[in-house]
C-alpha cells in the first residue's frame, strides 16, 4: 500500500507560493506548529482542514491523493489498493476519533473527492469546522451524531444528509461503536 505523503505535498505547494510556515498559519488560521506537523506527517489533518488548504493553495483536495500523473476516464480503486489517513487531529492538537481513507487517488480533474470515514471512538471535543463547496454524508454502518451550525442531527444506518460545507459542522459517533460513512466532498 503507497503513502499519500500528504504534508510533503502541502510543503511543496508552500515553498512554490514562497511562504512561510507563519504566512500559511496566518491566512488559513492555524498555528504555525499544526502545520508544520501536517508538513511532517506527524499528524492528518481532517477533511475541513485539508479542504481549506487546498482552497488556499488553488489546488482540489484530491492532488493531495494523487499518486500517478497518468490521465485516465475513469479509476477503479481496489479495496486492497486504499491507504488510510490516521492520527486525524484538531487545531488544537486533541485526537478527532476518526481516520479516513480516499476513495479516488489517481483521477485527476475530479469535481468531488469521496471518503470512506471510520468514528473509532467517541470524543468530547465538538469543535467544527467549515470550507466551501458541499457535502454528502451517507451512514453505512453504527449511528452519528452531525452538529450543523446550532442544530444535532442524528444518523443512523442507511441515513444520509447532503449540506452546503459552509455551514459549522462536525460528525461524531453516537455510541461506543465503530460508524462507517462515506463522505463526498464537492467543491
Given at each position: 500500500?503507497?503513502e499519500y505523503?500528504?504534508?510533503?505535498?502541502?510543503?511543496?505547494?508552500?515553498?512554490?507560493?514562497?511562504?512561510?510556515?507563519?504566512?500559511?498559519?496566518?491566512?488559513?488560521?492555524?498555528?504555525?506548529?499544526?502545520?508544520?506537523?501536517?508538513?511532517?506527517?506527524?499528524?492528518?489533518?481532517?477533511?475541513?482542514?485539508?479542504?481549506?488548504?487546498?482552497?488556499?493553495?488553488?489546488?482540489?483536495?484530491?492532488?493531495?491523493?494523487?499518486?500517478?500523473?497518468?490521465?485516465?476516464?475513469?479509476?477503479?480503486?481496489?479495496?486492497?489498493?486504499?491507504?488510510?489517513?490516521?492520527?486525524?487531529?484538531?487545531?488544537?492538537?486533541t485526537n478527532?476519533?476518526?481516520?479516513?481513507?480516499?476513495?479516488?487517488?489517481?483521477?485527476?480533474?475530479?469535481?468531488?473527492?469521496?471518503?470512506?470515514?471510520?468514528?473509532?471512538?467517541?470524543?468530547?471535543?465538538?469543535?467544527?469546522?467549515?470550507?466551501?463547496g458541499e457535502?454528502?454524508?451517507?451512514?453505512?454502518?453504527?449511528?452519528?451524531?452531525?452538529?450543523?451550525?446550532?442544530?444535532?442531527?442524528?444518523?443512523?444506518?442507511?441515513?444520509?444528509?447532503?449540506?452546503?460545507?459552509?455551514?459549522?459542522?462536525?460528525?461524531?459517533?453516537?455510541?461506543?461503536?465503530?460508524?462507517?460513512?462515506?463522505?463526498?466532498?464537492?467543491?
Open positions: 500500500m503507497s505523503n500528504i504534508g510533503a505535498k502541502i510543503k511543496e505547494l508552500r515553498r512554490a507560493h514562497k511562504m512561510t510556515l507563519q504566512d500559511v498559519a496566518n491566512e488559513i488560521g492555524f498555528s504555525t506548529a499544526l502545520i508544520s506537523q501536517i508538513e511532517n506527517n506527524n499528524v492528518s489533518p481532517p477533511i475541513a482542514t485539508l479542504s481549506k488548504i487546498a482552497h488556499f493553495f488553488g489546488v482540489k483536495i484530491g492532488h493531495f491523493f494523487i499518486e500517478n500523473e497518468e490521465e485516465c476516464p475513469y479509476e477503479v480503486l481496489r479495496g486492497s489498493e486504499r491507504t488510510i489517513v490516521p492520527r486525524v487531529v484538531s487545531k488544537d492538537g478527532h476519533g476518526y481516520f479516513y481513507e480516499s476513495l479516488s487517488v489517481r483521477k485527476q480533474n475530479k469535481k468531488m473527492d469521496p471518503f470512506l470515514l471510520t468514528l473509532n471512538q467517541k470524543v468530547t471535543n465538538t469543535d467544527t469546522y467549515s470550507h466551501n457535502e454528502f454524508l451517507f451512514v453505512i454502518s453504527g449511528s452519528a451524531e452531525l452538529l450543523l451550525d446550532d442544530e444535532s442531527v442524528v444518523l443512523h444506518s442507511g441515513d444520509c444528509v447532503y449540506f452546503d460545507a459552509n455551514l459549522k459542522h462536525r460528525l461524531t459517533s453516537l455510541g461506543n461503536d465503530e460508524v462507517k460513512v462515506m463522505v463526498v466532498v464537492m467543491r
